[in-house]
């Protein structure tokens, strides 16, 4: 049994070792062994980047079949509010889950609607806030694993108000229960995802025991059913449909989104690993303090861009832009009652039910005199290194191929381009080239 | 002090390049994460190393951050090449800051560098001779109970 759960798995029978994932993980946390491509469980912040990257499909999402649904008395799908961007311009929220509610889920649940009365908690929590700045947005698990892991000491700057996925699952049960007369384990709430790592803040969430989401279904997985099924929904007017969208709920599937709707004036937004890592960097040294909150993906443009959705990123993303631009033209604001928000905010509505713990990376070792030691064993190392990066010893870098040796978890003999520079050495002793320099000699 | 405990490494800070600017201050943060130092330490470490490399970036010629680590301690020594600071006294003055605009467009110049390093390490001197550059100590203990003479 391992310690930290994945949402992504490495088909092993498939996998050719031709070291894309190993190259693309941001985090090092691939490394290939005899062939094939191993995770480093500690490492791995469930980003996603490998599913992407592996050419032979072998490494597959871990989120629940569409079939799981018959488990449950009562089934409900809260989508995330990236599906709404899946479809072209005339097909609206309504018509998506009504769609829903054809193709096998008994009830669907507009969560754009929680995600508004949570961007209105963060506003509150935002105005009252004397701590160290800036906060950061929790919404995107892979960015709470990335600090947790890499940046623990960033992590009491991680916003406590739950995400609304938690929240609408947690309040709908207990509403359907109550309405249907079930207890809250008959009714199956699933979330349909943009992404893998969805899944894995709900098989272990970063602070509880148990998410009040019982499972995450891909995007992508329903995508076919439901474009079919939308064909027998009727069409509402435009304009009703319109008036029923929560202009502050939608904004959370791109990036930018929550910001711009909540008019934040010290606010930053930010997608994509790469320069995700930038910023934190620029945390840690003590800058960005004048900035209020950070939104944070990621995948690029945000929810849109997860990896299990089907349209286009850029196409998505326009979409949801134009409909709050649509929205805020028809000064349309089907926005929850701030009143009504500000009294659960009192009561501790929207927090989160325990701290997010930091998860370190295990350091070269536990005790510091050694880890010096090896730190210094490292650097001597990689300077014998080529410095090439070619990663054909199976580890990403020369300098994590070093660190590896270090910790005893791959040998120095795996470095062919060092091998082979021994062998010719010891072919030709006393010449300093590695390379027999041909015709030279005197 | 044997060699052996003590992890030493120097980096080169080059004046006004403010493209490279932070590299030196995110080395010496990713070491100590390797190392398994506690994140608050790393933090205020992170903090105390950039404040005085971007003090080398934009007033200095040129300039040499060496990081010592030893079982007990994290120990950063500043040389810089350039004009000096006349008056310490004045330049630890929280607010005060002889900055120009551009400095202040990229957000810096607060008057708050210095007082920051200081705030942020456990002993902390400095001296430095006009026209010719500024010296730094930072020492950060990393048993807090244990303030041990360098």
């Known amino acids: 049994m391992s310690l930290y759960s994945h949402s992504i798995q490495i088909n092993t029978d498939r996998c050719a070792g031709r070291m894309r994932c190993m190259r693309t993980c941001p985090t090092q946390a691939i490394r290939v062994r005899s062939g094939k491509a191993l995770m480093l469980e500690e490492k791995c912040i469930d980003c996603g980047e490998c599913i992407t990257a592996c050419p032979n499909g072998a490494i597959v999402p871990l989120t629940n079949p569409f079939g799981e649904l018959t488990k449950f008395r009562h089934t409900i799908a ?26 096998g889920f008994d009830d669907a649940f507009d969560q754009a609607l929680t995600c508004g009365e949570v961007s209105f908690a963060i506003q509150e929590y935002i105005r009252d806030y004397k701590g160290p700045k800036p906060l950061i947005s929790n919404t995107c698990p892979v960015i709470v694993r990335l600090i947790q892991v890499r940046y623990p000491d960033l992590v009491d700057l991680l916003i406590p108000i739950d995400n609304p996925r938690e929240i609408a699952a947690r309040e709908i049960k207990k509403k359907k229960a109550r309405q249907y007369g079930l207890n809250e384990e008959d009714i199956g709430t699933f979330y349909l995802t943009p992404c893998p790592s969805k899944m894995i803040s709900i098989k272990q969430p970063a602070e509880k025991g148990k998410s009040h989401l019982d499972g995450a279904i891909a995007i992508s997985d329903i995508y076919g059913p439901l474009l079919s099924a939308m064909e027998a929904v009727a069409n509402e007017s435009y304009r009703k449909s319109l008036e029923n969208i929560c202009i502050l709920g939608i904004g959370w599937a791109m990036v930018g989104g929550i910001c711009r709707t909540l008019r934040l004036r010290n606010s930053l937004s930010v997608s994509g690993l790469t320069d995700i890592i930038k910023v934190f960097d620029d945390i840690e040294r003590g800058k960005l303090r004048n900035i209020d909150y950070i939104e944070a993906y990621s995948c690029l443009q945000g929810c849109v861009g997860g990896s299990l959705t089907v349209e286009n990123v850029y196409i998505s993303y326009n979409k949801i832009l134009k409909l709050i631009e649509t929205l805020e033209f028809e000064k349309i604001k089907a926005c929850p009652d701030i009143r009504e928000v500000r009294r659960r905010y009192q009561e501790k509505y929207f927090f989160m039910e325990g701290k997010i713990e930091v998860r370190p990376l295990k350091p070269l070792d536990d005790d510091l005199t050694r880890a010096i030691a090896k730190r210094k064993q490292k650097d001597d ?62 | 002090m044997s060699g052996e405990n003590v992890l030493s490494q120097s980096f080169e800070i080059i004046g006004g390049n403010f493209g490279r600017a932070g590299k030196a201050s995110t080395t010496v943060k990713d070491i100590l994460k390797e190392l398994g130092i506690d994140p608050s330490i790393i933090r205020r470490t992170a903090i105390a190393t950039y404040e005085a490399e971007m003090n080398v970036v934009m ?37 005060y800051s002889t900055a120009t605009p551009e400095m202040r467009e990229m957000g810096f110049g607060a008057g708050m560098g210095l007082p920051n390093i200081k705030k942020n390490s456990d002993l902390f001197e400095i001296s430095s001779e006009v026209g010719k550059g500024t010296r730094l100590e930072i020492f950060i203990y990393l048993n807090p109970k244990v303030k041990a003479n360098p």
Do not use: W
Not at chain 2, 63 to 78: I, K, N, Q, S, Y
């Open chain 2, 59 to 95: 007033y200095a010629e040129k300039g040499e951050m060496t990081l010592r680590v030893t079982p007990e301690m994290v120990h950063l020594h500043l040389q810089d090449q350039g004009p000096g600071i006349p008056d310490i006294k004045l330049a630890m003055k929280e607010g």
């Open chain 1, 78 to 103: 809260i989508p995330s509010p990236a599906l709404y961007a899946q479809f072209g311009r005339e097909i609206l929220p309504d018509k998506i889950l009504n769609g829903l509610k054809k193709i």
């Open chain 1, 381 to 442: 190392l990689y300077e014998t290194l080529p410095k090439i990066d070619c990663g054909a010893c199976g580890s990403p870098t020369c300098l994590t191929f070093a660190e590896d040796v270090v910790k005893g978890e791959a040998k120095l003999a795996d470095c062919v381009i060092k091998s082979a520079g021994q062998e010719l050495s010891a072919a030709a002793p006393g010449r300093k080239s590695k390379i027999p320099l041909k015709g030279k000699e005197p």
